[in-house]
């Protein structure tokens, strides 16, 4: 499954209006289908801004949703009227019925694409280990995500699209996220550091003075966010207004959650009601390290 969103496309139709701004997306559609078949794809249905697409091979999937990245991207350059396109794709059975698609696979799929930020693909750990080796090497573990009526969470994988051949090869199976019980979280705010491990499973982080990380900053609720100990991961959970953005080290592309949880993996930025790509008085520095024997 592949499932491709037009970036922002409410304000396309404000900008041009509904004639000129229909015309813009099928026009990109129409180029979109060409590469689809290309790799033997198929274009189950358009709904607005948004495509459906089903591959046989999940190698095909991958190299068709790069291509699509880098010709609207290219295609886009310089434009009065600039696309961008965020892609979620996922390997695994699927019910087709009346020209519609259903399953556990298209659910996540789905979801993909919600977290996936303007010219980023997203998918999972389980569709990175159908990879080829080759393939799998432009793809990196960032987080994990829950998804509604499953009971696990999903382990959600960046792949890098504008591919640089000095990217190192990266085991992106469960394992990857499995080490917490021999690891520890360390944040820093404002020069203080907050460590998360057996001794200390839990700790809030908002405005109120009750937290444990108090955020001077009015971008924060008063309790905003929980980062927790849980199941062998460390747990990052929204329980704000504004949401908690999360940015991992070495990857341009932030994931907004609201009222949603994701699992921190190596080192980054976590802003509270703003962008963690802009420190400030909103942000917190994490990294996941090995406990000191």
């Known amino acids: ?62 190299r068709a949703a790069c291509e699509i990245q880098t010709s609207v991207h290219s295609g886009s350059q310089g434009a009065r009227n600039r696309l961008q396109i965020k892609i979620g794709f996922t390997y695994g059975p699927v019910i087709l ?15 993909l694409v919600t977290l996936a930020n303007p010219e980023q693909i997203l998918t999972s750990a389980q569709t990175v280990e159908a990879l080829s080796p080759g393939l799998r090497t432009r793809c990196r573990a960032l987080f994990a995500t829950r998804i509604k009526g499953k009971a696990e969470e999903v382990p959600v994988c960046d792949v ?34 907050f460590i998360v491990n057996q001794n200390r499973p839990a700790l809030l982080m908002g405005r109120d003075d009750s937290n444990d990380i108090v955020i001077v900053s009015l971008f924060a609720s008063r309790v905003h966010a929980r980062v927790q100990a849980r199941d062998g991961h460390f747990v990052l959970t929204d329980l704000s207004s504004n949401g908690t953005f999360l940015l991992v080290d070495e990857h341009s592309s932030e994931v907004l959650l609201r009222r949603e949880e994701a699992v921190l993996g190596g080192r980054g930025w976590i802003g509270l009601g703003k962008n963690a790509t802009k420190h400030g008085d909103h942000s917190v520095r994490f990294t996941v390290q090995a406990e000191s024997v």
């Open 1 to 62: 499954m592949l499932f491709v969103d037009v970036t922002d496309s409410t304000k396309i139709y404000e900008s041009l209006g509904d004639t000129v701004a229909l015309a813009l997306i099928n026009g990109l559609f129409a180029r979109l289908d060409k590469i689809v078949a290309k790799y033997s794809g198929a274009v189950l249905k358009t709904l607005g801004d948004g495509m459906v697409c089903v591959f046989e091979d999940p190698d095909n999937a991958f």
């Open 97 to 111: 019925s009346k020209g519609d698609v259903f399953g556990d696979t298209m659910n996540v799929c789905a979801r």
């Open 160 to 193: 890098s699209w504008r591919y640089d051949p000095a990217v190192t090869e990266t085991n992106l199976t469960r394992a990857d996220l499995a080490h917490a019980s021999q690891m520890s979280l360390k944040l820093i705010y404002r020069g203080n550091i």
